[in-house]
């Protein structure tokens, strides 16, 4: 081969490696470019459009609020373009998550259901605040407002984590790409300075070798000796002087000869002499030459130890103990084989300048050089190896090679490898010095391999631990991330019973900080200021252990108040290391006062239920009023009452019942005046806490000490007939419920009435006090007519409205009253349940009355 193309070879070597190396860049950026265009068009758009609809959600519930609270129609505008924001982002989250999959295009649909309930809600809303709906339905409107939307940002946050969770999952596998491809360029560069080196020592020693082999043919020839010829086959230029060389020794060869057997007679014995001069200065050449070669190679053999000693990069080291092994030797390749003692085989890691990579190539102990030298632990010069009996046969087709040197390499005792260097050329042969060289370069090479095999394991041992270290520290903040923002309350106790966890949802329920409870001996009795409860809680829990589920305890807040709290402890069954026992806990106060408000509710309405069976069974007008009073007064609490009924000929009302101050008996009020007028004005239920600081008290009741009141509305069918009052103590104070159960009360006396016996149909007539019609006189509110007409026997008629459903019957004409028609009808609106409490002026709740 010629020089220039040597030359070429190894260019193009060192441009196929880079074009490699660009190749792998150029993958490394189509996996960033998919990335990002995951990130871009399938987890950006789907979060933007949820963090668009809670904006829009937020916005629309803002601007409703604002609205019912001023009445300003801009901001309902407002609150109906926040509507059609929050739709429009729904339908584009459901479009984006239908092209995703689907079981993402199920969570939009439920989405864009809940968000389409909630713009109903809202719609609702603003609609019964124009339709002047009262303030209860107003009330439960914005429940279940509050209810939805936290159903929505729910659905939202949950999905929205999710889409986070894919946007870090994307952003992890774009650093690991760009990571992962800085080191692929590293490597790749340095694998090309590599072998560039190689290749331009290689072609370096190609060119040089040859040249040095020639100068020193001349020396010999120059000095004398004209047999000798130069033996070099490169197949280029230098190859053709060599011939031209010797063919120049020849033919001086031949003239010597020629002037020799001319002179041969008269000069024998000066040519005798000549040549055994001749012959020592060649044996001191080459004994020069020896010892020079020999210096050499102690010098190349110590540049090469340090070389191999400062790599610590185990397939790189082997790599580079083969290629100084076969620069050391002027070899022309050479390859490393791997011990496995426990499967007695040798495993070929590196194959250098080889016809083809013989890397992977397994041989058994005893078969072919690499195996025999693994057995016998002893160096090999093999000088042909395609006759060499010992031959392995997976290179018997081949027979890359003829001469071989192989040199174990021992590490305490054993051999861990063997390194080869060969030639392909049958008159190159390895003498014994090679043999010892390679044999002390195979020693130094194989402390090389060892160091670095540690140096790896400890640098992958750190890097594992480092990996396990930054793991935990992970775990843990996303535990106390978890601990911290959890919806239930949690604490956890030291040996000596001193708090050491004490997240938000505890200090939202107490008011309590973590910095004033956490480390403080005292904090039991800040939350538990009661010693003989708090003695007995403890000694309970001492009983029970740390193994109990919903154990209610009272805890004081740092305002005054104090909240029931469910504890649920299994720190015995799962100890936590460091913590004595841990628990979580949930505030149960509000369930605990509904259910209390539940049980008085439901004995309310029993006593109710009593009352009117009562009620009904009642005969005489003046009993069953007393008895209504009495009984009003019983179901409240109160400690007295009394029935305002009303005069339409003087237009006011007269107190005409009274339990408990029997002084109040005739005490007439006008309309708006007092709290029964204004029952009256308003036609709904009423409450004052302090009726003798209240600014709307009747004058007529400025000696009694009425403390807090409570007055209902009294109907037949739509005419108003009157007020039920109830007076409570000083320590009483009447609520909204009491209204609401005082006006149920006396709807439901106005419906026993109308279902009662026929000697109360003429009521209404006798508490106007004016002439009935058709009658011959008229009736005070106790004076007594004719006994009403015995009804006419009932016709049985089926039950339309269930078990309960009254009979009607069929009454004949009273000499006193005639036949007053009584429709069946409930209180309207402005009666029963429009109600609202208060110490200054009254505020009406409900329908208003204009």
Not at 137 to 150: A, V, W, Y
Not at 380 to 409: C, H, K, N
């Amino acid at each position: 081969m010629r020089l220039k193309y040597k030359l070429l070879t190894s260019y193009l070597v060192i441009a196929v490696l880079a074009l490699v190396l660009c190749l792998l860049g150029l993958n490394g950026y189509r996996i960033v470019h998919s990335h990002f265009m995951a990130v871009t068009q399938d987890i950006l758009p789907g979060q933007q459009a949820m963090m668009s609809a809670k904006q829009s959600t937020l916005e629309m519930i803002v601007e409703s609020r604002d609205y019912l609270r001023t009445g300003d129609e801009t901001l309902a505008q407002y609150a109906r373009e926040g509507m059609d924001d929050l739709r429009e982002s729904l339908r584009i989250h459901l479009e984006h998550e239908t092209h995703v999959g689907e079981a993402e295009r199920g969570v939009a649909e439920e989405m864009e259901r809940r968000g389409l309930h909630l713009i109903d809600l809202c719609n609702d809303l603003i609609d019964a605040y124009q339709r002047g709906d009262s303030k209860e339905t107003l009330s439960q409107g914005r429940e279940e407002i509050r209810l939805c939307k936290d159903e929505l940002f729910e659905l939202l946050d949950e999905h929205l984590a999710v889409h986070e969770q894919e946007l870090l999952d994307a952003q992890n596998g774009i650093y690991q790409t760009i990571v992962r491809g800085f080191w692929t360029f590293l490597v790749g560069s340095i694998l090309i300075l590599a072998m560039g080196l190689t290749t331009a020592f290689y072609t370096a020693n190609a060119i040089v070798g040859p040249i040095h082999e020639l100068e020193a043919g001349a020396d010999i020839i120059g000095g004398g000796d004209l047999s000798h010829r130069l033996d070099i086959r490169t197949g280029d230029e230098v190859e053709r002087l060599a011939v031209a060389f010797n063919e120049m020794a020849a033919r001086l060869a031949d003239i010597v000869d020629t002037l020799e057997q001319r002179v041969a007679a008269r000069t024998s014995e000066l040519t005798t002499t000549n040549e055994q001069l001749e012959s020592e200065i060649v044996e001191r050449k080459r004994a020069e030459e020896a010892l020079r070669r020999r210096a050499d190679e102690m010098v190349a053999l110590q540049a090469t130890v340090l070389d191999i000693t400062t790599s610590h990069d185990l397939p790189t080291l082997l790599q580079t103990i083969v290629e100084r092994a076969a620069r050391l030797l002027n070899a022309l390749g050479g390859g490393l084989y791997l011990c496995d003692p426990d499967r007695e085989q040798v495993r070929c890691v590196v194959s250098y300048n080889t016809p083809r990579d013989f890397t992977g190539i397994v041989l058994k102990y005893g078969e072919g050089a690499a195996g025999t030298v693994a057995q016998t632990g002893e160096p090999l010069i093999i000088d042909d190896y395609r006759i060499w009996p010992g031959r392995a046969g997976v290179y018997e087709e081949e027979q890359p090679f003829t001469a071989i040197l192989s040199a174990p390499m021992i590490w305490q005792g054993q051999v861990t490898g063997v390194i080869h260097v060969l030639h392909d050329v049958e008159s190159r042969r390895f003498s014994q010095a090679d043999l010892e060289l390679l044999a002390l370069f195979a020693n130094h090479a194989a402390i090389a391999v060892e160091n670095t095999r540690l140096y790896e394991q400890s640098q992958r041992e750190i890097t594992e631990r480092k990996q396990a270290e930054e793991s935990l520290r992970e775990s843990e903040e996303r535990l106390r991330r978890v601990v911290e923002n959890m919806p239930v309350m949690m604490d956890a106790f030291d040996a000596d019973g001193n708090i050491l966890v004490w997240n938000q949802e505890c200090e939202r329920v107490t008011g309590f900080s973590a910095d004033e409870i956490i480390g403080n001996p005292r904090a039991p009795e800040l939350l538990f200021p009661d010693a003989a409860y708090r003695e007995r809680m403890m000694a309970e829990w001492d009983r029970i252990g740390d193994d109990h589920r919903g154990w209610e305890w009272e805890m004081a807040c740092q305002d005054g108040s104090v909240k029931t709290v469910a504890w649920s402890n299994v720190s015995a069954q799962f100890p936590i290391p460091g913590w004595a026992s841990w628990g979580v806990g949930v505030d149960i106060t509000e369930r605990k006062q509904a259910e209390e408000m539940l049980r008085q509710r439901t004995a309310q309405l029993e006593m109710l239920r009593e009352m009117g069976l009562e009620i009904v069974s009642q005969l005489d007008l003046d009993a069953l009023l007393h008895s209504i009073t009495a009984r009003a007064v019983e179901l409240l609490g109160g400690i007295s009452g009394g029935i305002y009924l009303y005069r339409p000929e003087r237009e006011l009302l007269e107190w005409a019942v009274s339990v408990g101050h029997p002084a109040l008996v005739g005490v007439t009020l006008r309309r708006g005046e007092g709290l029964a007028g204004k029952v009256w004005e308003s036609g709904a239920a009423m409450t004052v806490d302090d009726y003798r600081r209240w600014e709307g008290r009747a004058v007529s009741y400025d000696e009694f000490d009425f403390a807090s009141t409570v007055g209902a509305p009294i109907h037949w069918g739509t005419e108003f007939l009157g007020v039920l009052n109830v007076n409570g103590d000083p320590t009483r104070t009447f609520s909204p419920a009491d209204a609401e159960l005082l006006s149920l009360f006396a709807t439901r006396y106005q419906r026993r009435s109308q279902l009662g016996c026929s000697a109360r149909v003429g009521m209404a007539a006798l508490l106007r006090r004016r002439p009935h019609p058709g009658g011959r006189g008229g009736g005070g509110l106790f004076e007594r007519g004719r006994r009403p007409a015995r009804p006419v026997r009932p016709r049985r008629r089926p039950a339309a409205g269930g078990l309960c459903q009254p009979r009607r019957r069929r009454y004949r004409e009273c000499p006193v009253v005639s036949r007053v028609a009584v429709p069946r009808r409930t209180v309207g609106a402005a009666g029963a349940g429009a109600h609202r409490r208060t110490r200054g002026p009254v505020r009406l709740a409900g329908r208003d009355p204009r």
